[in-house]
Each structure stands twice: as C-alpha cells, then as structure tokens.
C-alpha cells in the first residue's frame, strides 16, 4: 500500500495505467510508446497527479559531488580514452566519479541509476546497450552515442558528417568503386548515422559503392567471404574500404594481405574512431576521428549545468580526418 | 594548538620531531631514512604516545563500500585493462569503485588519501608514480608496482621471471646476440627487476648481450641512434631485442623495418605487458604477459581482507610468453 503523504513514483504510475514500469519511463523520457500505452500512461500520470520534476530539486538541495561513469570496459581503447576525459572534466570541477564496467553484468546499470536517484550521486554519464534501461523522469543523466529520449541529452561526434568525409576522401584519393563494411545494431544509437552519410557522399561524388553489413554478433567471417567473392584475377573489385571503427579496420587490412593485396596501393582503407597505438603513439590506421576530449566535456557541462531549463537532445560534435598509413600519403597541406 | 583529549597525529609527530611529514610516512611505513631523521621520529612517536593503529579500528567500524583507484589514465592499454580488472573485482564484491587519473595532477593523489584516511573510502588501490605521497599508517592501501614501505602490500607481476623469460626465450629462438632496450626509473619500482632478471637469463645460457637504457622523459631517439650504430654492411649486429614495454617494442619495431630488416627473419623483437590490438583482439608483439586479472583480484582481496594481521608485502604473480608475430613461430605446441 502507498504511504500517505509521499508523492507518488513511476512505479504507482505503471500500476495505476496497468503497464510496465519501462513504458512509463518511455513516455515521460519522451520515447515512441503504442498510444494506447501512451494515453493510459498520461491519464494515469494525471490521475495520480506525478509530479515529474520532484526528483531535480531535491538533487539540487542535496549534493554529493560524485557522478557515476556507466561504460562496457576501459579495455576498448575508444571507452579508455572516453573514461580518461571524463575523469579529467569531473576532477578539474572537484567532482568525484565512480566507475561502472557494464560488460558484466547490466543489472548493476540498473542499480546505479537507482543510487542516482536516490540522491547517492549527482547525475550519471552513460554509454550503454542496455535495451532496457529504466530511468525517472529528470534524474539527471547524460548518454553518449544513444538517444534515451528527448529528454535525456545525448552527446555523440558527427557520425552522418564522419560517414560523409570518409565517401568524400576516397574520392579525392582517387578511388573509384569502394565498399562499406559494417557491424549493425538493432539498437537506434548514433554510430549507425555513418551508413547514410557514407551513402551521401558516395552519391554526392558519383562514387560506386557496395555495402556488406552483419548483425551485432555474427561472425567477421561474412566480411572474408564478401571479399573473396569479389576478388578477380588476383584483384579486388574495390579500391577503397570504408569500415565502421577502427576494430575492425584493422582486421579488414590484415583479411587484404592475406589475400595478397597491398594496402595502400591496390586498396585504400579508412576506419573510424580515432585509434592510437598505446592510446597517445601513431593511429592504427587512417581514420575519421571523434572529437574525445570535447565529447567528455560535453557531457560534463550539460550534465551539471542546473540552470540550463530546455537541455538540447542531441549534440553532435565535429570529425576530423587522419592519415594514418593505409590511404595514399596527402600530397599537400590539409 | 592542540585539542585536548584528541589522539595526536602524525602531524604533531612531524612538529615535534622537527622533520617534514613525508619523513614520518617513511619511517612508520618502514621505507629507509636517514638513521638520525628516523631516531628523532621514533622519540617523538614515543613522547607523544602516537598510536599508529587507530585508523584501521575506526574504518571498520564505519564502512562506506567505496575503494579508490588511483592510475595515471586509462588511455594506456596496461592501465585500461588494469583498471577494468579492478572494476569487475570491486563489483562481485558488492564495493563500489572511485576513479582518479593522476596524469593530471599528482595533489589530488594526496587528496585521496586524505579521502580514505577520513573514512570516506575503505582503502585505496594505487599505481602512482608519485615520489612524495604521504601514506599515515594502516591506511588500507594496496600498491601497484611500486613498493612504499613494507606495511603496505605490493602487487606486481614477476618482473624478474619475465625479464630471464624473455632472455630465455629468444636463446631458445636461436638468437646469438642480443639487445636490451629499456627505459629506466629512478624510482625503485618493480618493472625495473625486468633488467636484472634479463641478464640473469642472458648469462645462464651464455647468451651475449647489450643494453642500451635512457631515463624517463628522454627521447626514443638514443634508441634510433643505437640501433644505427650497430649496423654493418646492412645487418645489425644483433639477432633478438627485448624491449621494456609492448610500446617500445612497437617502436622499435617500425625502426627496425625503416633500417631496411625484417622482423622476425632478420631480427626477433620480445616486449612486454601483453597489450593486444584493441584489448581483445591478437597481441600486437610476442610479449611476456602480464596476469592482470590475477593481480586485480589480489590487490582487492588484500585490500579488503581485514582479518589478516600480517600482509604480504610484496606479492609477484607468475607471467606467460606469448607468440605475437615478432619472433620465429613455435615449432611446436609449447
């Protein structure tokens, strides 16, 4: 039974309109529900009359300068080198962070967003794949690379702009057919904006292009068989590769010499995310690479920023393009 | 002016000592000082009855499930995958975990520790390069690869059976004559056995050597230079390089290809850490393997193990070589 006198939660909001607590969330985050989920949800939001916003005041009042990190690893350069920046804007702020690796166990994402509102942490910066993340209307939390609705902030680089640049540079470089390889995601995050702005600039550039893409999951073993199928003669039917990280770059260029293929001269290829060698040496390969240090910033203004009422849903935040070994070496001054 | 009834501190030992703070965190954590700087501490701890055990008492009793993970960043692969380890160790365990990359700023190594001696985190794990950290006594702390005294636990890999591994290793790879590269600390850390046990290995199996070791800070380009000094007629005078770090071996690698030689044919190149291309994929060198799962787990457990009086101070974890493209293929399974 509820308490008299407390304020009622999403949990009294799902019980009352009969749905589950994640539809709640969506509604009040402003994702796409049924409208029929939709409308109980509001009939019921107004019934009980739930008051969205109780939870940032009482934040406001009650501080503990710790925000928490939910992020798969730090193993992964590019969740390294986020985890690093992160830590940097929250410390020159004096703001503590703790540090959640999801890669285990995403209940315990769950739980943390839980602690947040409980007032255990101020906000919450998270990059996460968890389909089903339940979070409370305006507990603060910024997400990197996902939208988690309209109103949650969501901070990522340009990835249409970066998918474009790529087109657009194997262009300039001379390539005239070229293939786009990529692991896809059911998920609606924005790393998959790079197919369409690679689609755009093939077709801004009359550039032929070809497209082999596999699920989350599945074997890099398509991308060998893709390849082989459009070897003839000892020769590849493209002269320029565009990959979709630098991950799996690097397994492309391995795949092209033991087809005996030359990387740059017979093929050119570009990855993206911005790899470095031991995090601070050379790139891996040549890459469109995301802005990390602005990213981590990012997250940290809009995150902490309490007097900004209308958050922005959406940042994308400018790429840059590096050689990196495995394009042909830029003539002149870029 | 000191208030009445409070237990002095080691502030008030340093005053009535008359030495600096950092002297008296040597001296009860049993690091070496001047014999007349330790007689007059160990007076003064006498007169004032400074009782070096009252943290430890008071931090059990008031627990706050928050460990602190001091590392320089987690853009470094060792550190990324170290600090990852821990995270996933913490975790199981119900502990939260609170990041502090000091590549920034080493004061905020002291405020950490300040932090953890407030009871604001149960005990600290710690991989600092800082030579003035001031550590009270019975501060849970664990340290990574840098002893701070024998009251405060050690956890390294076996640098020293990595070194003679790799000596062993490129013996066994029928190298002849071979090269150490390292980049030395004045610090006495654990890494820096890497040296002597490399000699040690060199020795047993007559296996001639050279080393050519700079300070910290100083450009990789002495290495350069003394690759280039021992070339003749196009070939360098040695057949194997074991290099202190995966990083260093990658650079040297590419120096070596530059210098117009093959790796391995021409020269066998061993780092060390075991840094794999993206951190899962294959190992970007043949390398000696850091356990780094191993030595999370056991800086936790020692962190958090309250029943045990006597702590190890110094714990070496056993390392594995591993075929990483720079030397001649096992022949057979090994």
Not at 138 to 159: E, H, M, Q, W, Y
């Amino acid at each position: 039974m509820k308490k008299e006198n407390s304020a009622p939660t999403m949990k009294d909001v799902a019980r009352e309109a009969g749905v589950a607590l994640g539809t709640v969330s969506k509604v009040v985050n402003g994702l796409p529900v049924g409208d029929s989920y939709k409308a109980r949800v509001e009939e019921a939001i107004k019934k009980l009359n739930y008051q969205v916003n109780s939870y940032a005041q009482g934040l406001k009042a009650n501080k503990t300068y710790t925000v928490a990190l939910l992020i798969p690893n730090t193993r992964d350069p590019f969740f390294g080198l986020l985890a690093f920046h992160i830590n940097l804007a929250l410390l020159k702020r004096k703001y503590r962070m703790l540090l959640l690796c999801t890669d285990s166990d995403s209940a315990q994402e769950q739980e943390y967003i839980t602690m947040a509102q409980q007032n255990k942490v101020d906000g919450i910066i998270g990059l996460t794949y968890n389909p089903n993340l339940i979070i409370e209307e305006n507990t603060p939390f910024v997400s990197i690379d996902r939208s988690l609705g309209s109103k949650i902030p969501c901070v990522a680089c340009d990835n249409f702009a970066g998918g474009q640049l790529a087109a657009e540079k194997l262009s300039d470089l001379g390539c005239k057919k070229v293939a786009f390889l990529r692991v896809g995601s059911s998920l609606n995050n924005e790393p998959n904006k790079r197919k369409a702005g690679f689609e755009n600039g093939c077709l801004s550039r009359s550039l032929e292009y070809e497209m082999k893409i596999i699920n989350d999951g599945e074997s890099f073993e398509q991308f060998v068989d893709f390849l082989k199928e459009h070897m003839k003669d000892g020769r590849l039917e493209f002269d320029g590769i565009f990959c979709v990280t630098d991950g799996l770059a690097h397994f492309t260029y391995n795949q092209l010499l033991a087809l005996g293929l030359r990387v740059p001269e017979d093929v050119q290829l570009i990855g993206f995310d911005g790899t470095r060698y031991f995090g601070t040496s050379e790139y891996i390969c040549s890459t469109i690479v995301q802005p990390v240090p602005e990213m981590a910033e990012m997250c940290v203004e809009l995150l902490l920023q309490e007097s900004m009422t209308t958050k922005p849903p959406l940042v994308c935040l400018p790429v840059t393009y590096a050689y990196g070994g495995t394009t042909l070496e830029p003539k002149f001054e870029e």
